[in-house]
C-alpha cells in the first residue's frame, strides 16, 4: 500500500463544475502540499498545510490530521484548470528532502 | 520565493549515451533535490545536492549512474550516464524555502529510443 493515496486518478469535469481531489496518508507529517503540474512537466505549489483550512482564489484546500486526510477543492472549474493534481507529505523522521508524493489526479475541464 | 530554471527542456536520445541536465536558482540555496519521474508514476527522489559535499543518495540509485554536482549555492547539474530506455522520464530540480515550503524547476522531458 502507497503511504500517499489520492483519488480519482481521473477525473473529467463540465466547466462550472466544483471539483474535489482527496488525499490519504499513513505516516505521521510535518506539513502537506498541494501542487500542480502541467502537460510540459514543470510542477507548481499550490499549498502547504498543516493543520486547517487555507484558500487561494477558487481553490481550497483542507487537512484533518487526527483522519490523515486532506481535500482539494475547485470551485466554478474552468479548462485552465486541467492538469494533475498532487499530494506530497513530508514524513516525521525522513529524510530532510524527502517528500512522499501521491500518483496524482488527472483533471480535465471540458468547455 | 525561489525561480528555478532548468536546461534543457526536453530531450531525445540515444541508448548508452549520456546527458547533463543543469539546474539554476535566483537564490542560494543550501539543498539542492533531484527527482525523477517516471512515465504514469510519482516523484521519486533520486539524490539530495549539497554545495561542498558528495551529493547523497537514495536507495536504488548510484553515483555512477546519476552523477551529480554542486559546484555553487545557485547552481547543480545531474548526468543520467549510459542511458535507457528505462530513464525516459522527466527530471526535476527542486529546492526548499522557507519552512516547510518547496519548489520545482520546470523538469527536463528525456526520451531515450
Known amino acids: 500500500k502507497n503511504e500517499v493515496e489520492q483519488s480519482p486518478q481521473n477525473l473529467t469535469a463540465q466547466e462550472g463544475e466544483f471539483i474535489t481531489i482527496n488525499c490519504s496518508y499513513s505516516?505521521?507529517?510535518?506539513?502537506l502540499h498541494w501542487l500542480q503540474q502541467h502537460p510540459g512537466g514543470g510542477i507548481v505549489s499550490l499549498f502547504m498545510?498543516?493543520?486547517g483550512k487555507k484558500k487561494h482564489g477558487r481553490l481550497i484546500a483542507t487537512i484533518n490530521i487526527q483522519e490523515k486526510h486532506s481535500s482539494l477543492h475547485i470551485t466554478a472549474s474552468h479548462p485552465r484548470d486541467s492538469a494533475v493534481y498532487i499530494c506530497?507529505?513530508?514524513?516525521?523522521?525522513?529524510?530532510?528532502?524527502?517528500?512522499?508524493f501521491g500518483k496524482g489526479t488527472k483533471l480535465s475541464v471540458k468547455p | 520565493s525561489a525561480v528555478i530554471s532548468q536546461k534543457p527542456s526536453r530531450d531525445i536520445c540515444q541508448r548508452g549515451t549520456s546527458l547533463t541536465i543543469q539546474c539554476q536558482v535566483d537564490?542560494?540555496?543550501?539543498?539542492m533535490f533531484w527527482y525523477r519521474q517516471q512515465p504514469g508514476q510519482s516523484l521519486t527522489l533520486i539524490a539530495t545536492?549539497?554545495?561542498?559535499?558528495?551529493?547523497?543518495?537514495e536507495s536504488g540509485f548510484v553515483i555512477d549512474k546519476f552523477p551529480i554536482s554542486r559546484p555553487n549555492l545557485t547552481f547543480s547539474t545531474l548526468t543520467v550516464s549510459n542511458m535507457s530506455p528505462e530513464d525516459s522520464s522527466i527530471y526535476l530540480c527542486?529546492?526548499?524555502?522557507?519552512?516547510?515550503?518547496?519548489?520545482f524547476g520546470p523538469g527536463t522531458r528525456l526520451l531515450v529510443l
Open positions: 498545510l498543516s493543520s
Open positions: 505516516v505521521g507529517i510535518s506539513a
Open positions: 506530497a507529505v513530508r514524513n516525521y523522521g525522513g529524510s530532510q528532502g524527502n517528500l512522499i
Open positions: 545536492a549539497n554545495q561542498g559535499s558528495e551529493a547523497t543518495y
Open positions: 527542486s529546492v526548499r524555502g522557507g519552512w516547510e515550503t518547496q519548489y
Open positions: 537564490s542560494q540555496v543550501t539543498m
